[in-house]
Each structure stands twice: as structure tokens, then as C-alpha cells.
Nanobody
């Protein structure tokens, strides 16, 4: 069973950048679809970005499109979320999650939180104004 560990969170000023990492053990990340989600205080957890297994097709929430980039380093068994032009509303706990849906199914369901069975513990991102 794959285990995920996020890192890279912290405090940054608005307009700044951070790169989050999602490292895996017990499994090869390229075999999994990986999603990044976030949960702000008092709000529901929401989809941020996803990358499909093997081929690596990427998907983004409208709120982060053009600012965030998800990528995968197979040699390091790690998925990254590069976050640029950060805004105070990006403040949240960020989670990575993994699942094994086929690519043809994942491309229409990547945003569905309940279809990811494997989750990391989360990393806090705080953007000050």
C-alpha cells in the first residue's frame, strides 16, 4: 500500500512562490493518479491539481490555472506542486492523494475526492497579504 508524505509548506507573502512535494513509499508513483487537494479553515476540501498515471496528463482547478503546475519526477518517486503568484486565498492545508483509476476514467473524475483511497497527512501553506 502506497504511503504519501507532503512537505514544502510554509509562510510566504502574496505574490511569492512555494513548491510542495509529495513523496511516496511502498509503491511507484507513476502507477498512480495523483491529486493535490486543499482545505482552508471553515471550508470543505477542494481539488487543486491532478496528474494521471503513466502518461502524466495534468488537470487544474480554475482558481489555480496558470499559477500552479503539477509535475512528477519518476526517478525520485515524487510529485510536485509548483505554486506561483500566491494569494491570501490560497492559504490552506494541502494534501496529496493517490488512486488507481484507469486513465480514461480519471480524465473525467480527477476532482472527486472520495475516489482517492490514499492520502498524506497534509502540509500548511499560509500566504500573507
Amino acid at each position: 500500500q502506497v504511503q504519501l508524505v507532503e512537505s514544502g509548506g510554509g509562510l510566504v507573502q502574496a505574490g511569492g512562490s512555494l513548491t510542495l512535494s509529495c513523496a511516496a513509499s511502498g509503491g511507484t508513483l507513476s502507477n498512480y493518479n495523483i491529486g493535490w487537494f486543499r482545505q482552508a479553515p471553515g471550508k470543505e476540501r477542494e481539488f487543486v491539481a491532478g496528474i494521471s498515471r503513466t502518461v502524466g496528463n495534468t488537470y487544474y482547478a480554475d482558481s489555480v490555472k496558470g499559477r500552479f503546475t503539477i509535475s512528477r519526477d519518476d526517478a525520485k518517486n515524487t510529485v510536485y506542486l509548483q505554486m506561483n503568484s500566491l494569494k491570501p486565498e490560497d492559504t490552506a492545508v494541502y494534501y496529496c492523494a493517490a488512486d488507481l483509476r484507469p486513465a480514461f476514467y480519471y480524465r473525467n473524475t480527477y476532482y472527486r475526492e472520495n475516489e482517492y483511497p490514499y492520502w498524506g497527512q497534509g502540509t500548511q501553506v499560509t500566504v500573507s497579504s
